[in-house]
């Protein structure tokens, strides 16, 4: 099956499953930006990296760590992205990806991060 662009902003993380010192959470698309407002609370500036803490979308915490924004077009696929660094336990990265997700993401195919670049 061969992948296509869409319109739909996705999620994965972008480490191996597992535990880690580091994990880290890529966003794309339109509604990276929104998220970022409801995850962050602000947008970071563009390719810096900023500490911040990462909450649910009722201002939980969830973790703390390391944001940065990469705007259109100049990002690996073109869209504004969003890079978290985190905590690599997996309850933490299965928790900030399922925040994401009912923020406005989808869980990305695949390889549709490099099918999007």
């Known amino acids: 099956m061969e992948l296509s662009y869409s319109e739909d902003t996705i999620v994965a993380a ?3 499953k597992g535990r880690a010192g ?11 930006r ?13 390719r810096q990296a900023t500490l911040q803490v ?13 944001a940065i924004f990469f705007p259109k077009p100049h990002s690996y696929t073109g869209e504004d992205v969003l890079e978290l660094q985190g905590h690599g ?9 399922q925040t994401i997700c009912r923020c406005g993401a989808r869980l990305a195919d ?6 999007r670049a």
């Open 89 to 97: 336990g997996p309850v933490i990265m299965d928790r900030l990806i």
């Open 110 to 115: 695949h390889g549709e991060f490099s099918a």
């Open 54 to 66: 990462f909450a649910d979308e009722t201002g939980e915490p969830l973790d703390q760590g390391l």
């Open 34 to 46: 929104t998220i970022a407002a409801r995850v962050l609370s602000m947008l970071p500036p563009p």
């Open 14 to 16: 972008a480490t191996a």
């Open 22 to 32: 580091v994990g880290i959470v890529r966003v794309s698309g339109p509604d990276v």
